[in-house]
C-alpha cells in the first residue's frame, strides 16, 4: 500500500547517508558550543564528510567503508557531556527530517550508544567509573 506519509523519506543507501552527514556538519559547524570544536580541528571538510559518510554506511550498511579508529581523536579533544548532547540533539533531529521515524531511530540509537562509548572512555582517561547516558547497557 502506498504511505502518503513515507513519500519525502528516504531509504538507508550512501546517497541518503550523504545527505544526512552533509546536513548534520552545515548546522553543526555553526552550532556556538560544538561549532568551535569542528572549525579549529577539521582542515578539509570534504575529507572529513566522505570519512564520516563512510563510518556511517559501515554502521548503518555493512559495507566495511570506514576502516578507521574512531575513538581516538575524541578521546584527545577535552569534550564534556554538553558537547554530545549538542552533537546528539542535532543529529537526532537531522535524521528526523530525512528519515522515516522507524529508519531515524535506527541512527539515533546507533548514535546514543557511540557516543556513550565514547563519553565513558574519556571518563576512563581520567580516572573515572561512567554509566552510559543516552542508551541502555
Ligand atoms: C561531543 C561530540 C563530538 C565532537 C565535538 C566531535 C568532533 C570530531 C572532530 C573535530 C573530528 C575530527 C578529528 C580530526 O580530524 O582530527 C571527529 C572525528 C570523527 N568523529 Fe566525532 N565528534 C563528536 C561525537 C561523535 C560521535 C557521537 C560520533 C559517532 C556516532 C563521531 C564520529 C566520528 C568519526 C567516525 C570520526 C572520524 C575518526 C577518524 O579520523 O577516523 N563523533 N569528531
Redesign the pocket.
Known amino acids: 500500500m502506498h504511505n502518503p506519509q513515507a513519500i519525502d523519506h528516504f531509504e538507508i543507501d550512501d546517497q541518503s547517508i550523504a545527505l544526512l552527514v552533509r546536513t548534520f556538519y552545515g548546522r ?1 559547524r555553526q552550532d556556538e558550543l ?1 561549532g568551535p ?2 572549525n579549529r ?3 578539509d571538510w570534504e575529507h ?1 564528510i566522505g ?2 559518510t563512510d ?1 556511517w554506511s559501515s ?1 548503518m550498511l555493512r559495507t566495511s567503508r ?1 576502516d ?3 575513538m ?3 578521546l ?2 577535552s ?2 557531556g554538553e ?2 548532547d ?3 540533539l542535532i ?1 537526532a533531529d537531522t535524521a528526523r527530517e530525512l528519515y522515516s521515524t522507524e529508519v531515524a531511530n535506527a541512527f539515533i540509537s ?2 546514543r550508544r ?2 556513550d562509548s ?1 563519553e565513558m572512555a574519556i571518563g576512563t582517561q581520567r580516572g573515572e567509573v561512567r554509566m552510559p547516558r543516552h542508551s541502555k547497557p
Request: aromatic share 20%; net charge positive; glycine share 2%.
Open positions: 553543526a560544538i570544536i569542528f580541528t577539521v582542515r572529513h570519512k564520516i563510518f554502521v570506514y578507521g579508529r574512531p581516538r581523536p575524541h584527545m579533544m569534550l564534556e558537547h554530545f549538542r552533537w546528539l543529529f546507533m548514535s557511540i557516543a565514547f
